[in-house]
């Protein structure tokens, strides 16, 4: 049998929350087709209720939860499976297939969380050098990868970009993030010229479409979610990096090397759109764990 065969969910808000976390949360394919498994196994509890997975209510979840146990996974293996369900609900709410999120006031598994991916400075340059700037696309490619490491914007932030969401004279983009709360973010003089030099040079000749968005496929259309994911990874590939990197890896970037060099928990975490300030410390632990590897590898008598 093919490797995650049995794992592709049936319902439509199954197969595109597992688009959602391949493009814009960046998992890895074995967790992917876990958390393929955990969404087909609610779909098969929901069925044999005679029921869709968004229909299912409180009482129904947590009977469930309670049968995941019986069915004998282990502990850990059952909070993933909660915690990717959790995530399920809480997307059909962002994307306005559901009201309220039916979990919310479950009790949170425990977590297993995993420090977030980045690339060094050095990966980084190398990746935004990969473009070949000669031709309108390479000078699209080159004016996104700039724009996604210089702000650290979500995918869906970055394709609904507008040329109007940008002053070029202060170097500030505004962006409507989660739950449509608009937040102002910085764009370095960098990305700023790579920009200005695609919309000046390049955007004219991506098909006749009137299209408002800033960035644009070959017909002149909005780019899809996958479209960017697409043009991130055929960089990453070509710079060594494609196992990898995702556009969330470049948010994860952005982030981390802020951090590291000095920047405030608090303003990271306005320009990252947090409303939490607990999600934006996971990057504390990721600078610590750096500054470990570093005195292991370099100290003499670590």
């Given at each position: 049998m093919e490797r995650g065969a049995g794992c592709?969910?049936?319902?439509?808000?199954?197969?595109?929350?597992?688009?959602?976390?391949?493009?814009?949360?960046?998992?890895?394919?074995?967790?992917?087709?876990?958390?393929?498994?955990?969404?087909?196994?609610l779909?098969?509890?929901?069925?044999?209720?005679?029921?869709?997975?968004?229909a299912l209510v409180q009482a129904d979840i947590s009977e469930w939860?309670?049968?995941?146990?019986?069915?004998?996974?282990?502990?850990?293996?059952?909070?993933?499976?909660?915690?990717?369900i959790r995530g399920l609900f809480r997307f059909a709410v962002r994307?306005?297939?559901?009201?309220?999120?039916?979990?919310?006031?479950?009790?949170?598994?425990r977590a297993f969380p995993?420090?977030?991916?980045?690339?060094?400075?050095?990966?980084?340059?190398?990746?935004l050098q990969a473009p070949d700037v000669a031709t309108p696309l390479g000078l699209r490619d080159r004016a996104i990868l700039e724009t996604?490491?210089?702000?650290?914007?979500?995918?869906?932030?970055?394709?609904?970009?507008?040329?109007?969401?940008?002053?070029?004279?202060?170097?500030?983009?505004?962006?409507?993030?989660?739950g449509r709360k608009e937040r102002i973010v910085p764009l370095g003089s960098e990305a700023r010229a790579w920009v200005k030099r695609y919309a000046a040079e390049a955007r004219g000749g991506f098909g006749r479409s009137q299209a408002p968005e800033l960035f644009l496929g070959r017909r002149g259309r909005r780019l899809s979610r996958m479209g960017l994911w697409g043009i991130v990874r055929r960089h990453a590939v070509r710079t060594g990096v494609g196992s990898i990197l995702t556009p969330h890896v470049l948010r994860h970037s952005f982030a981390t090397h802020l951090l590291e060099r000095g920047a405030d928990l608090r303003a990271l975490q306005a320009m990252l759109g947090h409303a939490?300030?607990?999600?934006?410390?996971?990057?504390?632990?990721?600078?610590r764990e750096r500054l470990r590897q570093v005195y292991e590898q370099f100290h003499p008598r670590a």
């Open positions: 592709r969910p049936g319902s439509r808000i199954g197969r595109e929350y597992l688009d959602h976390l391949r493009v814009e949360r960046g998992l890895a394919a074995n967790s992917l087709e876990a958390y393929g498994r955990d969404v087909v196994k779909e098969r509890f929901a069925a044999g209720r005679g029921r869709e997975p968004l939860m309670m049968a995941l146990r019986q069915e004998g996974l282990s502990a850990r293996s059952a909070a993933r499976a909660v915690h990717a994307e306005g297939r559901l009201d309220a999120d039916p979990m919310e006031n479950l009790r949170a598994p995993a420090l977030p991916r980045f690339l060094s400075a050095t990966q980084v340059e190398a990746l996604l490491y210089a702000t650290g914007l979500r995918v869906s932030e970055l394709i609904a970009l507008r040329a109007s969401n940008i002053d070029f004279e202060l170097g500030l983009v505004t962006t409507l993030g989660k939490d300030i607990s999600t934006t410390q996971i990057y504390t632990h990721v600078t």
